[in-house]
C-alpha cells in the first residue's frame, strides 16, 4: 500500500487523519490483524524511476516497502502521530476538535471484517533491492509524521475532494 500526500481521502491513513481531527471513531475491521505493505509515495516514485532508468526493457519488478504491519498497528501509528504533533505545534491543535489528551487508543472501533477481505496483500520485493541496489529510503515513522502533516495543512484540498466541490486534480 502507498500513503503520502494526495492520497485519496476515503484511504485508511488519511481517512482516519480526518477522523481525529474531527472527533469520529477510527473503524478497524476486525481486530486490525489484516497485514499490509507500506510504502511512502515519493520512494515508490524514485523506485519506478530506477526501473526506467536502469531496469532491462520488458523486466518485471515488484516495488515494496519491506515493511509489512498489521493495520492497527499503523492505526496506533497514526494515533500517537496526530496527538504529538497537536501537542506540540499550535497550529495543528486548531485543527483538531480533540485536545491532545483525547487523542489516545479509545478513538479505534472495531468493526465487522468486509466478507472476502485479504488478511495480507504481500509481494517480493528482493529483485528490485538486489538487481537496482533499491530499497525505500523514508522509515515508515517519518512517513507517517509528514503524511499527518501534508493532510493536516491540506484541509481544503481533503474537504473538496471528499464533497466532491472542485476541481482537484
Same mark, same amino acid.
Given at each position: 500500500?502507498?500513503?503520502?500526500?494526495?492520497? @485519496?481521502?476515503?484511504?485508511?491513513?488519511?481517512?482516519?487523519?480526518?477522523?481525529?481531527?474531527?472527533?469520529?471513531?477510527?473503524?478497524?475491521?476486525?481486530? #486490525?490483524?489484516?497485514?499490509?505493505? $507500506?510504502?511512502?509515495?515519493?520512494?515508490?516514485?524514485?523506485?519506478?524511476?530506477?526501473?526506467?532508468?536502469?531496469? +532491462?526493457?520488458?523486466?518485471?519488478?515488484?516495488? #515494496? #516497502?519491506?515493511?509489512?504491519?498489521?493495520?492497527?498497528?499503523?492505526?496506533?501509528?497514526?494515533?500517537?502521530?496526530?496527538?504529538?504533533?497537536?501537542? !506540540?505545534?499550535?497550529?495543528?491543535?486548531?485543527? !483538531?476538535?480533540?485536545?491532545?489528551? +483525547?487523542?489516545?487508543? !479509545?478513538?479505534?472501533? @472495531?468493526? +465487522? /471484517?468486509?466478507?472476502?477481505?485479504? =488478511?495480507?496483500?504481500?509481494? /517480493?520485493? !528482493?529483485?528490485?533491492?538486489?538487481?537496482?541496489? $533499491?530499497?525505500?529510503?523514508?522509515? @515508515? /515513522?517519518? #512517513?507517517?509524521?509528514?503524511?499527518? +502533516? $501534508?493532510? =493536516?495543512?491540506?484541509?481544503? $484540498?481533503?474537504?473538496?475532494?471528499?464533497?466532491?466541490?472542485?476541481?482537484?486534480?
Amino acid at each position: 500500500n502507498n500513503y503520502g500526500p494526495y492520497q @485519496f481521502p476515503e484511504k485508511l491513513i488519511p481517512l482516519f487523519i480526518n477522523n481525529i481531527r474531527h472527533e469520529k471513531p477510527l473503524p478497524v475491521y476486525g481486530r #486490525g490483524e489484516n497485514v499490509r505493505d $507500506w510504502l511512502y509515495v515519493e520512494d515508490h516514485c524514485r523506485a519506478i524511476d530506477d526501473v526506467l532508468n536502469y531496469g +532491462k526493457a520488458g523486466e518485471v519488478f515488484n516495488i #515494496g #516497502g519491506f515493511n509489512e504491519q498489521q493495520n492497527i498497528d499503523v492505526v496506533h501509528c497514526i494515533i500517537d502521530t496526530v496527538r504529538r504533533l497537536v501537542e !506540540s505545534e499550535p497550529r495543528y491543535r486548531a485543527l !483538531s476538535a480533540l485536545p491532545p489528551e +483525547k487523542i489516545d487508543r !479509545s478513538l479505534v472501533e @472495531f468493526v +465487522k /471484517d468486509r466478507p472476502g477481505h485479504d =488478511m495480507r496483500y504481500a509481494i /517480493d520485493p !528482493s529483485k528490485i533491492a538486489a538487481t537496482l541496489h $533499491w530499497t525505500p529510503f523514508t522509515p @515508515f /515513522d517519518e #512517513g507517517i509524521r509528514k503524511t499527518v +502533516k $501534508w493532510c =493536516m495543512d491540506n484541509t481544503e $484540498w481533503t474537504k473538496a475532494v471528499t464533497e466532491g466541490t472542485e476541481d482537484f486534480l
